[in-house]
């Protein structure tokens, strides 16, 4: 079976430059998370979706970073304009939950951004 | 609040040896615990999960945990290392109420070391 799939793997761009990941959660998981993994802070979620609709987006750091899920098959994280600071993982990752909260996050590969 | 803590950043042990990793958490109620392993350049992969019954759950590669409500606890362990087990390890307690849903908190891991 297909896990989450994230692309691009490696992104490396100029500071100011537009930056867009993308995930592809796993076919029928309502919950869709976006994490942010750095030496400093560890694992920061930035925000959740359910059935398409964001829950939470309090994680995100600043305006210059949102989300969108138009579909129940993907969902973006952009950060325009993008900043050395920015640079670290992003995961993605999905779980078919009842919202109970006993239900595994399955992640994907993660997307290593690196902006200059 | 929920808040868990991996009280070891690193630990080293020799190839053969026994392992034990340590997850506190602080929650109101019985918790769900979750240990999460990281291999190099991918994302979070499940170990095991703790909902309810029998305290002592077993996982995927081995591992095991245990959870101790008087000691506020889920320590994992395994009785034989590999050097394959060198990873980044995840432990996470749940749930945390956010937005109306229940989602799990992680906390900043344990990177295991392996000799050979």
């Known amino acids: 079976d297909a896990g989450v799939i994230q692309s691009p793997r490696h992104e490396v761009t100029e500071m100011g430059q537009e930056v867009t990941l993308r995930c592809k959660p796993i076919s029928g998981h309502d919950y869709l998370f976006w994490y942010r993994q750095t030496m400093m802070r560890g694992l920061e979620l930035l925000i959740y979706f359910n059935n398409n609709v964001p829950i939470d987006d309090s994680g995100m750091p600043e305006d210059r970073f949102s989300a969108k899920m138009p579909n129940a098959s993907f969902s973006t994280l952009k950060i325009q304009p993008s900043e050395p600071r920015d640079s670290a993982v992003y995961f993605c990752?999905?779980?078919?939950?009842?919202?109970?909260?006993?239900?595994?996050?399955?992640f994907g590969d993660g997307t290593r951004l690196s902006i200059l | 609040a929920q808040s868990v803590t991996q009280p070891d950043i690193h630990i080293t042990v020799s190839e053969g040896a026994s392992l034990e990793l340590r997850c506190n958490y602080s929650y109101g109620a019985t918790p769900y615990l979750f240990w999460y392993v990281q291999s190099p350049g991918q994302g979070l992969q499940l170990l095991l999960k703790?909902?309810?019954?029998?305290?002592l759950v077993q996982g995927i590669k081995g591992f095991e945990a245990e959870f101790k409500r008087s000691q506020s606890s889920f320590n994992l362990r395994k009785p034989s290392v590999h050097w394959s087990d060198a990873a980044e390890y995840f432990c996470a307690v749940g749930p945390l109420s956010s937005g109306g849903s229940y989602i799990p908190t992680f906390g900043r891991g344990t990177s295991l070391i392996v000799h050979p």
């Open positions: 703790y909902f309810s019954g029998d305290t």
């Open positions: 990752a999905s779980s078919l939950g009842s919202g109970m909260g006993n239900q595994p996050q399955h």
